[in-house]
């Protein structure tokens, strides 16, 4: 499978069930992630706050559950 399909996979980092496009992980440029796993990793390399990257994430499904990309 292409890394860019949709897809619905378990997450290997977080463990739950996700549908769509896979993000790659950061740290081995191999693993593929659920898109809060991603979001997370990519937050977490600019030095953003725990608390502050699941208020981000919140806010990422306050906008986009739901709807088709």
């Given at each position: 499978?292409?890394?860019?399909?949709?897809?619905?996979?378990?997450?290997?980092?977080?463990?739950?069930?996700?549908?769509?496009?896979?993000?790659?992980?950061?740290?081995?440029?191999?693993?593929?992630?659920?898109?809060?796993?991603?979001?997370?990793?990519?937050?977490?390399?600019?030095?953003?706050?725990?608390?502050?990257?699941?208020?981000?994430?919140?806010?990422?499904?306050?906008?986009?559950?739901?709807r088709e990309s």
């Amino acid at each position: 499978m292409k890394r860019d399909e949709k897809r619905s996979a378990v997450c290997p980092l977080c463990g739950k069930v996700y549908h769509g496009y896979p993000a790659l992980s950061r740290e081995d440029g191999k693993t593929l992630l659920c898109a809060d796993c991603g979001v997370r990793q990519s937050l977490i390399a600019i030095g953003i706050a725990d608390d502050e990257i699941e208020e981000i994430i919140r806010i990422i499904h306050r906008y986009t559950d739901g709807r088709e990309s």
